[in-house]
């Protein structure tokens, strides 16, 4: 009987001491390893990628997020702000008070391909967006008329900035040229030449344009 609770005792010190020793390690080294060489060879990323201006964050360069005026429409939606570029519609949060780019509820609307519900909110996405940037609804490209499956896609295409250009300069004073040269200076090509398309960081777009606009 002794034999017995001092084989279980042993037994128990050994588990008791291994979870110990894998609570540091795995707990506590190991993290912290981990958090000092991210911070150390990919700072930036580690942090979130962070977008500041005059040293205050506003906002990431991975995570889309929304320009708009205090006003709202007839639905209670915010309305888009003229200055600024705009990013690709929103399904994230669409049933929360009318928000968007909520990264508490971040995903896709889920509508299938046949939806009426998604037929419709693209063609007035489709009018709202030619009525907003004064142009031809035809061309008004895809990826501002449909959600990112995440709802929180930070970038646009190419030629949904360009279509915002005109829009976006006289709504600062600028020129036509210095907004579409800001656009170019700011499209990001294929990964490694080949992956994925070009793309616009909507983000890093607007502080540049900001920067731009108080510049003149």
Known sequence: MNISVRSAARVAGA?????LVLTVVCGVIY??????????????KANGSEVKVDGKSVGSALLGQSYTLDKKDKDGNPLPDPKFFQPRPS?????????????????????AADSKVLLESV???RADVAAFNGVSPSAVPVDALTASASGVDPDISPA????????????????AGAVERL??????????????EERVNVLKLNVALKELAASR
């Open 160 to 175: 949904y900035a360009r279509l915002q250009a005109a829009r976006v300069a006289k709504a600062n004073g600028l020129s």
């Open 91 to 111: 399904a994230a949060g669409a049933n929360t008070e009318n928000t968007r780019y909520s990264l508490l509820v971040s995903g896709a609307s889920n509508l």
């Open 31 to 44: 993290p912290l390893v981990v958090t000092g060489l991210a911070q150390l060879a990919f700072h930036d």
């Open 123 to 125: 063609e007035k996405r």
């Open 15 to 19: 588990g008791l001491r291994a979870l």
């Open 183 to 196: 656009v170019k200076d700011h499209t990001d090509g294929r990964q490694l030449g080949f992956m994925g």
